[in-house]
Structures are given as C-alpha cells and as structure tokens.
C-alpha cells in the first residue's frame, strides 16, 4: 500500500526517553524524514536519513532505520516538557529533489511530570 | 535560519471565490511544494515546481488549482473557484537538493 504508519499516541514521563516508531511501503525511498509540529505551528524539519545509513544521531535525537523491515524510529533522550508535539514520519517517494514526501498521520507526545 | 514564509496565516474566503495563498521560499532554493493538510487527516501532497514548470503533481491538483513563480521570490497557489472541501491548513516548502523545509502553513477557510 502506500501508507506511512505509525501509532497515534506516546505519553512519557519526564526526562525518560521516548521512542516514536514508524514503518513505510517503498523500499526505494532515498530520504526519510522526522517533522516536528507543535500546537499551530507549521512543519519543522528535525532530522532526517539517507535510506544508505542506519542511524544517525544529533545531540538529544537518535534515528534509527531498519531498511530490510521498512522501519524507522525516532528516540529522544531526557524528553523534557517542550518536546510535546505531534511527529510526523516521513519518505520521499522517488530519487528526484522534485518528488513528493509521504507523511504518516502523526504521533503526539505527551510528557507526564 | 533562513525560512519559508507564508502569507497570510488565515484567509476566509466564500465557497466558489478565487483565492491565492503566497510563499517566499528560502532564497538558494531551487525546488518548490505546496501541500495541503484538512482538519484530522494527513498531510498530502499537491504539487512540485522546478526550473518554472510543475516536475510532479498528485490527484488532487485538478484543474481548478495552478501555481505560479511570478517574480524571483515568490511561489503562489492559486484556487479558482473554491469549494468548501477546499479548507484546509496549505503548506508551502522549499528545498536546495535534498531535505524539504516547510513554512508555518495558511489555514484556509471555506464559507
């Protein structure tokens, strides 16, 4: 099929880490992505990976990708109060810049005290 | 940090109006989207711009949609006559050759 999925929901307690999954359909993605969206705000880009790497990592961020099952996860070490957002998985479906990115439906996080 | 900007942030317009949502793209910045997200669903993509013509575009971008690079720093989604499954948040983004970079979104809403 065409979708990106991923659970709808995480609620974490703070300064644990959270750790938000995601699978996606096409094996020739070249990019995956990780979009950040709080509360009426637009789109921020937060990380991202090349489909040839399987982790990368940038300071609290760690992205792991798993190409042979088509999934990817986002963890966030020491979650803290202003990382309460929706995130959004992400593939680029096609090897042009000019190719559309397919997005799940979002998980929000949640930080418990 | 260089950003997307998108004008204006809410536009009310009546069912059957035409209707232009604006973007500035990053300045170096030589791909350009608009994706649109209705209220509770995903968030789809319309259409992609490069080198002055459309490079790809999805189902929804029918006839009554078209985009336009007018100057050298403005992109712009123009809907013709407006239906009320019209509304939506409308996202412009840009990239140079690689991740794209999106603007805060123009929430559009249909009367």
């Known amino acids: 099929g065409e979708d990106v999925e991923q659970s709808l929901f995480l609620s974490v307690r703070e300064g644990d880490s959270s750790v938000i999954n995601c699978t996606y359909t096409d094996s020739s993605s070249t990019y995956l992505y990780w979009y950040k969206q709080e509360p009426g705000a637009g789109l921020q880009l937060l990380t991202y990976i090349f489909s040839n790497m399987d982790m990368k990592q940038d300071q609290r961020l760690t992205v792991l990708l798993n190409k042979k099952d088509k999934h990817l996860s986002l963890r966030i070490a020491d979650t803290q109060t202003g990382d309460s957002a929706i995130y959004f998985c992400a593939e680029r479906r096609g090897d042009s810049s000019a190719s559309k990115i397919i997005f799940g439906s979002g998980t929000r996080l949640s930080i418990r005290p | 940090e260089p950003e997307v900007t998108q004008t204006p942030s809410h536009q009310v317009t009546q069912m059957g109006q035409e209707v232009i949502l604006r973007c500035v793209p990053i300045?170096?910045?030589?791909?350009f989207y608009w994706y649109r997200q209705i209220l509770g669903q995903k968030v789809e993509f319309l259409v992609s711009?490069?080198?002055?013509?459309?490079?790809?575009k999805s189902e929804i971008f029918d006839d009554q949609f078209s985009v336009e690079r007018p100057d050298g720093s403005n992109f712009t989604l123009k809907i013709r006559s407006t239906k009320l499954e019209d509304s939506a948040m409308y996202f412009c983004?840009?990239?140079?050759?690689?991740?794209?970079?999106f603007g805060d979104g123009t929430r559009l809403s249909i009367l």
């Open positions: 983004a840009s990239s140079e050759n690689g991740p794209q970079h």
């Open positions: 711009f490069y080198n002055n013509e459309i490079s790809e």
């Open positions: 300045s170096n910045h030589l791909y």
